[in-house]
């Protein structure tokens, strides 16, 4: 079966510092790949998502960007985080179409 | 516009109590629908995939059902380790864009 894994955990950046998260995911080969967004009382945000390496899409325009350097590694980046970019950041992987998506255990970012 | 609306947005339940989490949504071109379960702190769990009006899936105390504008998830005598945020998504396919929408979740709580 799939694992996704996700690090760090928990993390606390000040304003205008970079951002890293990385995702890795094992068990499958060639998954499509997402970065959502939780925040308190709202449903999950799709940020980015990836069918493939190099290939990324973006749903909302943000201060974030996302690469996928290897068919199973996708990283979330920022040059300059912003106090909105607090939040509850999950990594999920699946086969496409209506199939299920399987998530991480996500990080929490907290910006001071 | 798309929309998916879970109720209630809380629910205390006493052990041995059952009830529904009821999944409303507004979409056209429903391809699928998907139950998660997510603990504090973690990523949602998938538990179920429903296709069509009609069909029911089950695990252990949870039962999930779809008709043409809602789906429920019944949860029959449930115990505390039952607790958790209960997610409903949607997928959604009109010609070529597909989207997948999460509703804001259900908070169950079993009490001893």
């Known amino acids: 079966s799939q694992t996704i894994h996700q690090w760090p955990a928990t993390l606390v950046q000040p304003v205008g510092s970079p951002l890293s998260l990385e995702c890795t995911v094992e068990?499958?080969?060639?998954?499509?790949l997402y970065w959502y967004r939780q925040a308190a009382g709202r449903g999950l945000q799709l940020l980015f998502y990836?069918?493939?390496?190099?290939?990324i899409s973006s749903e909302v325009p943000q201060n974030l960007s996302a690469s996928r350097p290897q068919d199973r590694q996708f990283i979330l980046s920022s040059k300059k985080l912003l106090l909105s970019d607090s939040g509850f950041y999950l990594c999920?992987?699946?086969?496409?179409?209506?199939?299920?998506?399987?998530f991480g255990d996500g990080t929490r970012l907290s910006i001071l | 516009e798309d929309q998916v609306t879970q109720s209630p947005e809380a629910l205390r339940l006493q052990e041995g109590e059952s009830s529904s989490l009821n999944c409303s949504y507004t979409?056209?071109?429903?391809?699928?629908l998907f139950w998660y379960r997510q603990d504090p702190g973690k990523g949602p769990e998938f538990l179920f995939t429903l296709y069509s009006a009609g069909e029911e899936k089950e695990k252990e105390r949870l039962k999930a059902t779809l008709t043409k504008k809602e789906s429920f998830l019944h949860i029959t005598a449930p115990k505390p380790e039952d607790s958790a945020t209960y997610l409903c998504?949607?997928?959604?396919?009109?010609?070529?864009?597909?989207?997948?929408?999460f509703g804001t979740g259900t908070r169950l709580t079993i009490i001893p």
């Open positions: 068990g499958t080969s060639n998954p499509n």
């Open positions: 990836s069918v493939g390496i190099g290939q």
């Open positions: 998504a949607v997928f959604i396919s009109n010609f070529g864009n597909e989207k997948l929408t």
């Open positions: 999920a992987q699946g086969q496409g179409g209506n199939q299920p998506q399987h």
């Open positions: 979409v056209s071109g429903l391809r699928g």
